[in-house]
């Protein structure tokens, strides 16, 4: 997404919205509504510019234009899947994002939850924008800390569902050991892909990660069997749905030393699970 820049004199002159109105040659309505998204910015001091009335001076605005509507996100009590004093662990929807972007703060996760709660949440692990899933924050910045660091050191364990596009002879069980690039560095990458069941359209896999690269996943199937279902950046046919969602955590408490199992699927992929007789509380065990 290409961001605009607007440069401003050294006097006040006009209102930050109609400041965006003349320059981006758009209605006052669309100014306003791209200041309160949060896509507008001051570059220099890296901070959003939330007051669409603001008279601003000797300052370079950067505006990033969404490509389609963005929404706030709206969290819903069934969201919490699982919640103590410390930290929480939600449901993420499908193609939305986990934490804020340059376009938009409140289109996000992390800004639904802080309205839901009244208060700051500090993201603690990431889902892409297309998978759907479980995914933690936590209430206090040393919360945080302690699982990012089992996070980090692999302490706490996580199941995938994925649903690839037709493939052919896929494996019982496979381990792909698969190096990624990311931001120039190769970085040793494991997955284990459970194959489970196929039906006229589609393969299904348990997958549980060895290592966090970014898009892990979604690389290792394409490359090793076909792309991840709906997503058309590793070469998907189709586009409708996604395909991928996190649905299983196995830890011990940082806080309270509990051993903890979290699992959960959305009824619209429970059928997922037939194949294998499971429930979605067999997850958990």
Avoid at 88 to 115: F, M, Q, R, T
Avoid at 212 to 228: D, E, N, S, V, W
Avoid at 256 to 264: A, D, G, L, M
Wanted: charged fraction near 25%; proline fraction near 5%; include cysteine.
């Amino acid at each position: 997404m290409k961001p605009y820049y607007i440069q401003l004199d050294k006097l006040p002159g006009s209102e930050l919205s109609a400041v965006l109105e003349k320059h981006l040659k758009i209605s006052l309505q669309e100014a306003e509504a791209l200041v309160e998204i949060g896509a507008v910015w001051d570059h220099e001091r890296r901070i959003r510019l939330k007051n669409p009335q603001a008279k601003l001076a000797n300052i370079l605005i950067k505006i990033y234009r969404p490509l389609e509507e963005v929404k706030p996100y709206q969290v819903d009590i069934k969201d919490i899947i699982y919640i103590n004093n410390h930290y929480c662990i939600v449901y993420k929807h499908p193609n939305s994002l986990s934490h804020p972007a340059p376009y938009s703060d409140v289109a996000s996760l992390a800004w639904g939850l802080e309205k839901y709660f009244g208060k700051k949440v500090y993201p603690v692990n990431r889902l892409d924008y297309i998978t759907g899933g479980l995914i933690f924050f936590a209430f206090t910045q040393k919360a945080g800390s302690c699982l990012q660091s089992d996070f980090q050191n692999r302490k706490i364990k996580k199941w995938y569902l994925a649903r690839t596009e037709k493939v052919d002879n896929a494996g019982k069980y496979t381990l792909i050991d698969d190096p990624i690039t990311h931001k120039n560095k190769l970085k040793q990458a494991r997955s284990i892909a459970i194959h489970y069941y196929t039906d006229e359209n589609s393969d299904y896999f348990l997958v549980k990660l060895q290592s966090g690269r970014t898009h892990q996943i979604r690389i290792h199937l394409a490359k090793k069997y076909k792309p991840i279902w709906g997503d058309k950046s590793y070469g998907a046919r189709h586009s409708r749905g996604t395909g991928l969602y996190c649905v299983r955590y196995v830890f011990t408490c940082p806080i309270s030393n509990q051993k903890i199992r979290v699992c959960y699927l959305p009824d619209d992929i429970k059928t997922w699970l037939v194949p294998l007789g499971l429930k979605n509380q067999d997850l958990g065990n």
